[in-house]
């Protein structure tokens, strides 16, 4: 098991920037990849960045791309998601997600197949 726990988020002018952490504990984190995913109410959950197991793969959404940079630290077993030039719309509840998988540079932007979730960290972005 592996337990996921994220922490940064609050509430940010826009244009401002905010760095959430997602600390794992239970398993070393470098056996799997992580995404970041954020919800609002009525919407389901969207695609936000991952990073592959060595850090060495990310992936962003088309919204975020330029402004979000993923991260990860294997030796603190912690993801980062540094999320500048904030806006309204990026406001919502963010998770960050773990998914085992063998390869080192795959990165995973569907929700479904992650194994572990965090229990959330509110981002809200004023206008």
């Known amino acids: 098991q592996v337990q996921l726990v994220e922490s940064g988020g609050g509430l940010v002018q826009a244009g401002g920037s905010l760095r959430l952490s997602c600390a794992a504990s239970?398993?070393?984190?470098?056996?799997?990849?992580m995404g970041w995913f954020r919800q609002t109410p009525g919407k389901e959950r969207e695609f936000v960045a991952a990073i592959s197991r060595s850090g060495g793969s990310t992936d962003y959404a088309d919204s975020v791309k330029g402004r979000f940079t993923c991260s990860r630290d294997n030796g603190k077993n912690t993801g980062y998601l540094q999320m500048n030039n904030l806006k309204p719309e990026d406001t919502g509840v963010y998770y960050c997600?773990?998914?085992?998988?063998?390869?080192?540079?795959?990165?995973?932007?569907?929700?479904?197949?992650?194994?572990?979730w965090g229990q959330g960290t509110q981002v809200t972005v004023s206008s």
């Open positions: 997600a773990a998914i085992w998988l063998g390869s080192y540079t795959v990165t995973v932007s569907d929700p479904g197949p992650y194994d572990y």
């Open positions: 239970g398993r070393t984190l470098s056996s799997y990849a």
